[in-house]
């Protein structure tokens, strides 16, 4: 059975060393500090563009009969956010997040992660005259400890 | 061996099924909208009030913020915006998420239903 919070003990992790270590991804994030430029919920703002976003939509506990947690299910928005009236940069930085993400079964340190993308992500915003816009998807993700 | 059928109950069964079915879907449309109101995060008389079921048959759709001037930026409190403070907020995926146990349910007894026609 699993034991823990995993999305923040199995998931956050897992979603962060497998996008700040990924040297295509980085190569295409601004600055000299790359990883600065793949946030999550709480570290909003401040960042240039383009940057890669992740936050966890909707987390649910799957429980087997007595109450025991078998694992947990949880959505998580991932995106690019680019500047421009042009979807290019930020479909090559999606393209390279969903090729990380998506259909993978693996073992981590901290327990076992399978993840889908759901659904896209896809819109533009307007801010002060300049175009943002957001491309990624929701991933879903199961994760359980190992002991 | 020779199978003598006395009681034919498949077509009333088939009749039933699908509006059965179709009201299944509709329960779970209307109870996801619920759920996603009670969620909205921000602003909660324009996004709560522009948040609503929309039922086709066996199709159902919860939108939310879908006019100019309505809470047309519902897609922002979701997903979040690029500037300062444009946090994400989500309240249709965790409705959403939710209604997936809540579908099963309502469409396994929207079937027995049918079954008992």
Redesign the interface.
């Known amino acids: 059975m699993s034991e823990g919070i995993e999305t923040v003990d199995i998931i956050d992790p897992w979603l962060w060393s497998t996008l700040s270590t990924d040297a295509t991804l980085l190569g295409m994030l601004p600055g000299t500090d790359k990883t600065k430029s793949i946030i999550s919920?709480?570290a909003?703002?401040?960042v240039p563009?383009p940057y890669v976003?992740f936050?966890c939509?909707?987390p649910?506990d799957i429980l087997a009969v007595g109450g025991e947690r078998v694992d947990v299910e949880a959505?998580y928005?991932v995106?690019a956010?680019g500047?421009g009236a042009s979807w290019n940069t930020v479909k090559t930085i999606a393209r390279r997040i969903d090729a990380l993400l998506h259909k993978k079964d693996l073992d981590t340190p901290n327990g076992h992660i399978s993840s889908r993308r759901d659904l896209v992500?896809q819109?533009a915003?307007v801010?002060a005259g300049t175009q943002?816009r957001?491309l990624g998807g929701?991933y879903r993700i199961r994760a359980y400890s190992t002991p | 061996m020779a199978v003598r059928v006395k009681y034919n109950r498949l077509p009333k069964v088939i009749a039933r099924l699908r509006p059965e079915c179709e009201g299944g879907v509709a329960k779970t449309t209307r109870r996801i909208c619920a759920i996603a109101v009670a969620k909205v995060p921000v602003d909660k008389t324009i996004l709560a009030r522009n948040t609503k079921p929309v039922v086709d048959g066996l199709h159902g759709e919860v939108r939310s913020g879908i006019y100019r001037g309505h809470g047309f930026y519902a897609?922002?409190v979701e997903?979040?915006?690029?500037?300062?403070?444009?946090?994400?907020q989500?309240y249709m995926?965790?409705a959403a998420?939710?209604g997936e146990r809540v579908f099963v349910v309502d469409l396994t007894a929207a079937i027995r239903r049918a079954c008992k026609a």
Do not use: M
Request: hydrophobic share 40%.
């Open positions: 919920t709480l909003v703002g401040g563009a976003a936050f939509s909707s649910h959505l928005t995106k956010v500047e992500i819109y915003e801010d943002f957001h929701v | 897609g922002f997903f979040g915006a690029a500037q300062p403070g444009g946090r994400a989500p995926i965790p998420h939710a």
